[in-house]
């Protein structure tokens, strides 16, 4: 039986900036020659960075970051923004303004004169920037609210839509490091709702200063600085910087006017794990599993016909934990070795939380477009496919 396909999202315009390049043409050329994308800073440019110096002499902090260059660069003249109002706003709003328009561009839209009512999907990581204000003291109150208006998620959205004159939804998805997936999902409900003809989904992370890490024994992040994703030697992941965004439109509109896709989204599905795991932090197999079955229900798909799947994981240990919720909804096989695609992008690109999730979900359709897996993304770096003890 033919699928229905009136319910597709067609992927129509991408843009983004990463660690170690300019654009995503440089992006994914790094990607392709296997290189990581990380930055080990010396300690004369972490101290003119503004980190303390009892931290830069801490041994155990670990100096590594995805180091986004001219984070601190904003064409604001473009986007009618005083010199004031560019320096107090957080550069994660800067960038993704930049971005937004940008992929509308891509998409073959007018950033200022588009036809379509289009809604904006914003998520961001924590202001540091506003947090360096506050502490530096010397905010009068006018400066305080213009400062709160310029770096709290809640105007985000809005302001993109404010000064790209975009008249649909603006609404600013946080929901911590699943933000812009969830961001994603949202936008894909408004297009089939008819809340908007056009959707744009950003996301951004830039820390600021960027650094390092303190490493803390049994946290997230790697005390080698490095992510070695299902590595016998995995030991956390390492932050980094970026903003990503992409654009999307309903596929029969898309196709009618012309567009050549990047990709299409066929369902989409959210979910909580609620307590029914180890911690708070802990990921859940039994809530993988519920949200991958309702979101291939929705896309009216077969789990077997998945050939490529992601992991956002950069911690896990060659025991194949994060794995176990996917296979089982897929057939229950463990992934093999020339079957399955079982990828994750942490090994390359830093997690920069917001960002990272549209810079991944870009990278699915990259080797459909351009017909060439991604290395550094493969995950049998040491310890071969993931063993069948660790898949239900």
Not at 86 to 94: G, K, L, S
């Amino acid at each position: 039986m033919t699928r229905d396909r009136s319910l597709d999202i067609a992927v129509t315009g991408v843009s983004g900036r990463f660690p170690g390049s300019r654009d995503l043409a440089e992006w994914w050329e790094a990607l392709v020659e296997g290189r990581v994308l990380t930055t080990r800073y010396d300690k004369r440019r972490l101290r003119e960075a503004g980190v303390p110096r009892s931290l830069v002499d801490d041994p155990e902090f670990v100096p590594v970051h995805g180091h986004l260059d001219d984070a601190d660069r904003f064409e604001n003249a473009l986007f009618r923004v005083s010199p004031r109002e560019a320096e107090m706003m957080d550069p994660q709003h800067r960038l993704m303004l930049e971005c937004a328009w940008a992929a509308l561009e891509d998409a073959a839209t007018s950033p200022l004169d588009t036809t379509l009512t289009t809604g904006v999907y914003a998520s961001a990581s924590g202001s540091g920037y506003l947090r360096a204000m506050l502490a530096g003291g010397g905010l009068d109150p006018m400066s305080l609210e213009d400062a709160i208006h310029g770096n709290e998620p809640d105007f985000m959205a809005s302001l993109i839509s404010y000064k790209l004159n975009l008249t649909g939804p603006a609404i600013a998805v946080q929901t911590a490091c699943s933000s812009s997936l969830v961001a994603l999902h949202t936008a894909v409900q408004a297009l089939l709702n008819g809340e908007c003809d056009q959707a744009l989904v950003v996301g951004a992370g830039v820390a600021h200063p960027q650094a390092g890490h303190l490493h803390v024994p049994g946290g997230i992040h790697s005390a080698a600085g490095a992510c070695r994703p299902f590595d016998e030697h995995a030991d956390g992941v390492v932050a980094g910087s970026g903003v990503a965004c992409v654009v999307l439109r309903r596929l029969e509109d898309a196709l009618a006017d012309g567009a050549e896709p990047y990709g299409v989204v066929l369902g989409t599905a959210v979910n909580n794990d609620g307590s029914a795991k180890a911690g708070y932090y802990a990921p859940s197999a039994d809530g993988q599993e519920t949200v991958i079955r309702s979101a291939l229900e929705a896309a009216d798909v077969d789990g077997a016909s998945i050939g490529y799947l992601v992991s956002w994981t950069g911690s896990s240990g060659p025991s194949g934990t994060g794995c176990s919720g996917p296979t089982h909804r897929m057939g229950g096989r463990p992934f093999t070795r020339g079957t399955d695609g079982l990828f994750s992008l942490a090994a390359s690109v830093p997690d920069h939380s917001p960002a990272r999730q549209p810079n991944a979900w870009r990278s699915h359709f990259s080797p459909f477009r351009w017909g060439q897996n991604n290395p550094s993304q493969t995950t049998w770096r040491r310890t071969g496919p993931v063993p069948a003890s660790a898949t239900p």
